[in-house]
Nanobody, 124 residues
Framework: QVQLVESGGGLVQAGGSLRLSCAAS????????VGWFRQAPGKEREFVAA????????YYADSVKGRFTMSRDNAKNTVSLQMNSLKPEDTAVYYC?????????????????WGQGTQVTVSS
């Protein structure tokens, strides 16, 4: 069973950048696909990005495509989310999630393992 811990959130001005990290422990990390989700106050959790077990072909929500880049380092058991050109509407708690399955990764219910989240606040 894998445990996930996110870090790297904070307060940034619009147009700025942040890099989130998700550190995994307690499992064979390269056995899990990983996704990033976010949840703003009063809104449902929404898909941000996902990456396969091998790290190939990450895919993104349309709202972040071209601004966010997801990557993983299986040797270090970490996944990163580089967020550029941040907008106030990106403000949310960001969660990483993991699962053995590699389909339906844009759906939160497909993931069995979740981190505690890290707050990202983008000021205008």
């Amino acid at each position: 069973q894998v445990q996930l811990v996110e870090s790297g959130g904070g307060l940034v001005q619009a147009g700025g950048s942040l890099r989130l990290s998700c550190a995994a422990s307690g499992g064979t990390f390269n056995s899990y696909a990983v996704g990033w989700f976010r949840q703003a106050p009063g809104k449902e959790r929404e898909f941000v990005a996902a990456i396969s077990r091998s790290g190939g072909s990450p895919y993104y929500a349309d709202s972040v495509k071209g601004r966010f880049t997801m990557s993983r380092d299986n040797a270090k058991n970490t996944v990163s989310l580089q967020m550029n050109s941040l907008k106030p509407e990106d403000t949310a708690v960001y969660y990483c999630a993991a699962d053995f399955r590699e389909f339906g990764l844009e759906r939160a219910y497909m993931y069995n393992y979740w981190g505690q989240g890290t707050q990202v606040t983008v000021s205008s």
